[in-house]
């Protein structure tokens, strides 16, 4: 199951192979190798984790290096694109490091540093707030390396959309960005892990994978003996409003 059907049932679609995602990919990853080079960003996790936030130099509609973006061959409507990050994981991933307490490093090794994009931390007290709403998540890998995949919540996105739609009914729409919604979060989050399949998706060039804004999903710690980058571009479109975000299917 793909497209619109799988990401309203499951949360998730896989799509391709396919030619067009593959022209894409191999364009595109020349480009992020020397963007990654360049960069003066630090390593996360021990030197295991590159985040790339911002870092693809693509175009708006999407393409690099002179190769269109695949719209032709995803089940969604082209919009204007963000500079695409980079996710780069490293054999070894995650290793502790001192900008992460132990308790996020265990968190990390055992349920794949789990979380809701588009929540942010805000504060000195680090309260969640829906700050980024996004429409979908893209992910397109660019090298072959099948270690440390995508792991994903099935079903997940129906807990939090109800979980969240509770904490901010009380509050008029305007406001919601600046709404504290850190219990219902967690206890939403903890509902997932009890009640949704954990699948995790590995995936090559040429292939995508497109998540339900509101699917919980993470990083698998490394296995195997595999060497080299794993690099997986990933999109994700704003919204204009935070009441877009939660009415959206």
């Given at each position: 199951?793909?497209?619109?059907?799988?990401?309203?049932?499951?949360?998730?679609?896989?799509?391709g192979?396919?030619?067009a995602?593959a022209a894409?990919a191999e364009?595109?990853l020349?480009v992020?190798?020397?963007q990654?080079?360049?960069?003066?960003?630090?390593w996360?996790?021990?030197?295991t984790?590159?985040v790339?936030?911002?870092a693809?130099?693509?175009g708006?509609?999407?393409a690099?290096a002179?190769?269109?973006f695949?719209?032709?061959?995803l089940?969604l409507?082209?919009v204007a694109?963000?500079?695409?990050?980079?996710?780069v994981i490293?054999?070894?991933?995650?290793?502790p490091s001192?900008?992460?307490?132990a308790s996020?490093f265990?968190?990390?090794?055992?349920?794949?540093?789990?979380?809701?994009?588009?929540?942010l931390?805000?504060g000195?007290?680090r309260?969640r707030?829906?700050r980024e709403?996004?429409?979908w998540?893209?992910?397109?890998?660019l090298?072959?390396i099948l270690?440390?995949?995508?792991?994903v919540?099935?079903g997940?996105h129906?807990?939090?959309?109800a979980?969240?739609?509770a904490a901010l009914?009380?509050?008029?729409?305007?406001t919601w960005?600046?709404?504290d919604?850190?219990?219902?979060?967690?206890a939403?989050r903890?509902?997932?892990?009890?009640s949704c399949?954990?699948i995790?998706?590995?995936?090559?060039?040429g292939?995508?994978?497109?998540?339900?804004?509101m699917t919980?999903?993470?990083v698998?710690?490394w296995?195997?003996?595999?060497?080299?980058?794993?690099i997986?571009a990933?999109?994700?479109?704003?919204l204009?409003t935070v009441?877009?975000?939660?009415?959206?299917p």
């Open positions: 199951m793909t497209g619109a059907a799988a990401l309203t049932r499951r949360g998730w679609g896989r799509i192979p396919d030619p995602i894409w364009a595109a020349p992020a190798q020397q990654i080079s360049a960069s003066q960003e630090p996360r996790c021990g030197g984790w590159f790339g936030v911002d693809l130099p693509n708006p509609d999407g690099v002179g190769v269109a695949p719209w032709s061959a089940p409507q082209p694109l963000h500079p695409g990050q980079l996710s490293r054999r070894g991933y995650p290793q001192p900008d992460e307490t996020a265990a968190f990390r090794q055992s349920r794949d540093a789990a979380h809701l994009d588009g929540l931390p805000v000195p007290d309260r707030m829906i709403p996004h429409g998540i893209l992910g397109l890998p090298t072959g270690a440390s995949p995508l792991v919540w099935e997940s129906k807990i939090m959309a979980a969240l739609a009914r009380p509050h008029a729409p305007e960005a600046d709404i919604v850190t219990q219902a979060y967690q939403a903890a509902q997932v892990f009890d399949p954990r995790e998706l590995p995936a090559r060039p292939e995508a994978t497109l998540l339900h804004r919980v999903h993470g698998a710690p296995q195997g003996s595999a060497q080299g980058d794993r997986i990933y999109f994700r479109p704003l204009a009441a877009e975000w939660m009415a959206a």
